[in-house]
């Protein structure tokens, strides 16, 4: 079974930082990942989706990895500000539905 | 990418009673999927919705408790049954749009049971 494990739990950075959050996964037999965002109590927005053939997405300040052979992912987030405070998720993708990570909680501080 | 509507986006409910959700899909969809988080926890995926035939539970979810109707390409319900407070969650609904697009998510439904 795929086991997802995101570091750190949670984070807490001064606005214009730039940061990496950590998804690590066991099993390199993988379609794709997701990286989502989750505001508190909310549902879940997609932010990259990266296909297992791919080394990266990018979309705006946002920057996603992909290595299988070593079962990791990043999300690199660039000038970080108060508006990215929320946990984002990492999900894996292979053949039947998404496995999950608990997330990282992020707060940008002004 | 598609957009899902979810309702309710909150409730809070008695034990013993039941809730349904919905989540309607401005597109065709094959497969739906309902997911819980439990507070604290990530998403577990609790069945996927064909429409036309019945949901498959994942392992620990039962069609008594969560009975799920797909009554078209565009629509599910989700109902939590006998609510106890450890039913408190939010609840997902979200399809899978391929290749290029991965899943999209609905809103939420946030449930608290007292």
């Known amino acids: 079974k795929q086991e997802v494990t995101q570091i750190p739990a949670a984070l807490s950075v001064p606005e214009g930082e730039n940061l990496v959050l950590n998804c690590s996964f066991t099993d390199s037999a993988i379609y794709n990942l997701q990286w989502f965002r989750q505001d508190p109590g909310k549902g879940l927005t997609s932010l990259l989706l990266?296909?297992?053939?791919?080394r990266e997405q990018t979309s705006g300040r946002l920057n996603a990895s992909l290595d299988k052979s070593s079962g990791r992912s990043t999300l690199y987030i660039a000038a970080s500000q108060p508006g990215d405070s929320a946990t984002y998720l990492c999900?894996?993708?292979?053949?039947?539905?998404?496995?999950f990570g608990k997330g990282t909680s992020l707060l940008v501080t002004p | 990418s598609a957009v899902i509507s979810q309702k309710p986006s909150r409730d809070i409910c008695q034990r013993g009673t039941s809730l349904t959700i919905q989540c309607q899909v401005d597109s065709q969809v094959t497969m739906m999927f309902w997911y819980r988080q439990q507070p604290g926890q990530s998403l577990t995926l609790i069945a996927t919705?064909?429409?036309?035939?019945?949901?498959?539970?994942e392992s620990g979810f039962v069609i008594d408790k969560f009975p799920i109707s797909r009554p078209n390409l565009t629509f599910s319900t989700l109902t939590v049954s006998n609510m106890s407070p450890e039913d408190s969650s939010i609840y997902l609904c979200?399809?899978?749009?391929?290749?290029?697009?991965?899943?999209?998510f609905g809103s939420g439904t946030r449930l608290t049971v007292v």
């Open positions: 979200s399809v899978d749009e391929g290749w290029n697009y991965g899943y999209t």
């Open positions: 990266i296909q297992s053939s791919q």
């Open positions: 919705a064909n429409q036309g035939s019945e949901a498959t539970y």
């Open positions: 999900a894996i993708y292979s053949g039947y539905a998404l496995n």
